[in-house]
């Protein structure tokens, strides 16, 4: 493979998973617009007991502070596996952003979670924040993905 397919395949794979990355982002924003909707209009307010729902929601906060320190882990473990060629290399750094992505994602489904249990939308900004966080970590980088094909030799 040439240069020049080498660098059309990593802009490819890079345009592929930013617009990935920006749909990930743009369902948590849909997230908070479906709770702001549907729980200010269409739900009463909760009689469930609050010590239960603090607790629930403390337990999925460090649920989800965990979950984007696994992400981590994760991310490096499929980029371990070996690539033999320049498509197996793109396509294991697609999948790593992928499940990255799906973990920060998850975080603010928990507050959506949480939201619809506790009917106050308030409950949501912390699982969002966190969420926002772990895709300012985890948003993908054309550099990131030069210097680990640098690695290989590819």
């Not at 924003?29 to 239960?52: G, P």
Request: aromatic share 12%; proline share 1%.
């Amino acid at each position: 493979m040439n240069l020049e397919e080498r660098k059309e395949k990593i802009d490819l794979t890079y345009k592929q998973i930013l617009i990935i990355a920006i749909a990930f982002i743009g369902i948590v924003f849909l997230y908070y617009l479906i709770a702001y909707f549907i729980v200010d209009k269409y739900i009463s307010k909760s009689a469930i007991n609050l010590t239960f729902l603090n607790t629930l929601k403390n337990a999925l906060l460090i649920l989800s502070i965990a979950e984007l320190i696994i992400a981590s882990y994760l991310k490096k473990l499929i980029l371990s596996k070996e690539n033999k060629s320049i498509e197996t290399a793109c396509q294991n750094y697609l999948t790593a952003n992928i499940v990255s992505m799906a973990c920060c994602e998850a975080v603010a489904l928990y507050g959506l979670l949480v939201v619809f249990l506790s009917k106050d939308i308030s409950h949501f900004l912390p699982f969002i924040v966190i969420s926002l966080i772990g895709f300012s970590i985890y948003f993908p980088k054309k550099r990131e993905l030069e210097d680990i094909l640098i690695k290989l030799g590819i």
